[in-house]
């Protein structure tokens, strides 16, 4: 019989360069895993699942989630799902827990997100391989090339500037300073951004992600293990995934991120949200450069076509605003791979279990959209709505 998914607990580790890391991969996870375990007030004996993902290629190694899972102490016998869809596989890591235990099959799963990038000598290099060998290789794309294709049509349709997409730095600086989990703490300024060093026009150096190294955990667990939680449970609302061509060429608009607003529209149906703005407290989304979040937020209904970059300059996605969004700094302060992609889920449900760092905390937060995304073109998306669930 179907049932309700909720999240039950939270681990979640400081981040750091891999150059600067003093735990290994494996000790960064099992900080992760047995706080998520004290925070949500179990013991392992009561996980009855794993749900841990890695992207092959980028740790060094092939499917070394099934070698790691055997070094965390939880035992020997609980059953392991390994998955892997590239960069979004950190966020899929919650959804397969959640229909795990929404089939009734399973009472409390650890979802694990490790960090990715510190097996590749050369990670540019190797994420650079992700672009399509069709066309795209050929002509010499890397990740940046493919980046750059959104900001670059929305720049023709709307006239933004690399000022305006620096905007969204400088907010996701700002908040990244005040979350003592994230990686770059720094703040910018607007003259920062645009004066760093430029990669592929409109983008430059500050307006991408870092290499970080850290890890993250999530229990989903039933409606009746969420009543033995000791932190006040998380609903998981409605959660959707979508894709769209691998190709750039069969985009139809590099101006909107169409893929995301049919995805959007699907889980606010379920979920029966009908004003983003005001049905939802907090939101995460992942934008590794700082241009896909205006974008993001529009297709997402937070804005019109055109308005995200309003949106933010307006202060409106900050914590005093009416849609805070990215208070944890986003994957623009600290991005670790599988843990980068699984963070959106992590930061909204310590929201709203009123859990998360008291500076970065919005009082009163009862529900929370989380977003991830990855592919060369960002070609797929995941997105939850996420609901504060008072105990009877």
Not at 133 to 161: C, D, K, N, W
Not at 253 to 267: C, G, P
Not at 297 to 317: K, N, Q, V, W, Y
């Amino acid at each position: 019989m179907s049932t309700r998914a909720f999240i039950g607990g939270v681990g979640i580790t400081e981040a750091t360069s891999p150059r600067k890391q003093t735990s290994s991969a494996v000790e960064l996870i099992q900080q992760a895993v047995w706080a998520a375990i004290e925070h949500a007030g179990i013991t392992p004996a009561a996980l009855d699942g794993l749900v841990i993902g890695d992207i092959d290629g980028f740790e060094g190694t092939v499917l070394g989630a099934k070698h790691i899972v055997r070094q965390l102490g939880l035992g020997a016998d609980i059953p392991v799902s390994v998955i892997n869809t590239g960069g979004t596989t950190g966020g899929n890591l919650m959804q397969v827990a959640a229909r795990q235990v929404r089939s009734g099959d399973r009472q409390r799963v650890l979802c694990i997100g490790g960090p990715t990038f510190y097996g590749a000598v050369d990670l540019q290099s190797a994420i650079n391989t992700n672009s399509p060998m069709i066309v795209e290789q050929p002509l010499g794309m890397g990740a940046y090339h493919m980046g750059a294709f959104y900001p670059s049509a929305y720049q023709r349709r709307f006239g933004a500037t690399v000022q305006d997409f620096a905007a969204s730095a400088v907010q996701d600086h700002e908040h990244a300073s005040r979350n003592p989990y994230a990686h770059l703490r720094n703040t910018l300024t607007v003259e920062d951004v645009v004066n760093s060093r430029p990669l592929s026009s409109p983008m430059t150096m500050a307006m991408v992600c870092p290499v970080s190294t850290s890890a993250n955990a999530l229990l989903i667990c039933s409606e009746a293990a969420a009543a033995e939680v000791l932190p006040t449970p998380v609903l998981i609302g409605a959660m959707a995934t979508s894709s769209d061509p691998y190709l750039g060429g069969g985009k139809s608009d590099f101006a909107a991120m169409e893929n995301l607003s049919i995805l959007a529209r699907k889980v606010y149906r379920l979920a029966d949200v009908y004003d983003p703005i005001a049905d939802f407290d907090v939101v995460e989304v992942f934008s590794p450069y700082a241009p896909m979040q205006p974008m993001q937020l529009e297709a997402l209904g937070f804005a019109p076509p055109g308005g995200g970059i309003d949106l933010i300059r307006s202060g409106a996605t900050r914590i005093d605003g009416k849609i805070p969004v990215n208070l944890s700094g986003g994957p623009l302060c600290t991005n670790a791979g599988v843990a980068g992609e699984l963070a959106p889920y992590v930061y909204v449900a310590l929201q709203l279990m009123g859990d998360a760092p008291e500076q970065m905390q919005v009082p009163g937060a009862r529900r929370g959209l989380a977003h991830g995304t990855g592919g060369t073109f960002f070609q797929f998306e995941n997105l939850a709505v996420l609901e504060r669930y008072e105990r009877s």
